[in-house]
T-cell receptor, first 116, second 114 residues
Framework: AQSVTQLDSQVPVFEEAPVELRCNYSSSVSVYLFWYVQYPNQGLQLLLKYLSGSTLVESINGFEAEFNKSQTSFHLRKPSVHISDTAEYFCAVSDKVKAAGNKLTFGGGTRVLVKP | DAGVTQSPTHLIKTRGQHVTLRCSPISGHKSVSWYQQVLGQGPQFIFQYYEKEERGRGNFPDRFSARQFPNYSSELNVNALLLGDSALYLC?????????????FGDGTRLSIL
């Protein structure tokens, strides 16, 4: 069984300030890690993923996340946010066990509100 | 290329009715998954299909069923609707089933039960 905990349900932040969204997971097997973003009235878009290798992964729009195996965390950061980053962000995991497929277990989401 | 498409976008039903939601995956994707997202929560896994076979099922009652067609499109059926079934239903597709394959989501069908 797996679970994902996003420690902050809402994060208000001023434009051009940094933001960190925290994600911790629990799993009996090794997992792949993902961050998805959901804009109002839309589906989820993949932001970035950690599969293997370097524990720091980056997205094309300035977000980065670091996998910490010992702390079972995958926190998301952005050094300077824009108004357009206002959205809900979901952390998710999938099993590395082949028979499990690639179904995702999601956290409860963190709503980011960027203020001017 | 078109992304994952879902229909209808919105639906209003009353308790006890039946509903069918439809999903077309990205061209070439063989796996389709369904998720339920209740307002204010993260998506919950319902079903996964690959090559027309059910390959995973979440903790949902038997009122929920699904199938995948030869063209890899999929339907989610829900019988005897309850107020608690009100949610955004998301369909996602991927090329294969391996855990490192990211899922690509449609914009969802918003189902409201009166």
């Amino acid at each position: 069984a797996q679970s994902v905990t996003q420690l902050d349900s809402q994060v208000p932040v001023f434009e051009e300030a940094p933001v960190e969204l925290r994600c911790n997971y629990s799993s009996s097997v090794s997992v792949y890690l993902f961050w998805y973003v959901q804009y109002p009235n839309q589906g989820l878009q993949l932001l970035l993923k950690y599969l293997s290798g370097s524990t720091l992964v980056e997205s094309i729009n300035g977000f980065e996340a670091e996998f910490n195996k010992s702390q079972t965390s995958f926190h998301l950061r952005k050094p300077s946010v824009h108004i357009s980053d206002t959205a809900e962000y979901f952390c998710a995991v999938s099993d590395k066990v082949k028979a499990a497929g690639n179904k995702l277990t999601f956290g409860g989401g963190t709503r980011v509100l960027v203020k001017p | 290329d078109a992304g994952v498409t879902q229909s209808p976008t919105h639906l209003i039903k009353t308790r006890g009715q039946h509903v069918t939601l439809r999903c077309s995956p990205i061209s070439g994707h063989k796996s389709v998954s369904w998720y339920q997202q209740v307002l204010g929560q993260g998506p919950q896994f319902i079903f996964q299909y690959y090559e027309k076979e059910e390959r995973g099922r979440g903790n949902f009652p038997d009122r929920f069923s699904a199938r995948q067609f030869p063209n890899y499109s999929s339907e989610l059926n829900v019988n005897a609707l309850l107020l608690g079934d009100s949610a955004l239903y998301l369909c996602a597709s991927s090329l294969f089933l391996q855990g490192n394959q990211p899922q690509h989501f449609g914009d969802g069908t918003r189902l409201s039960i009166l």
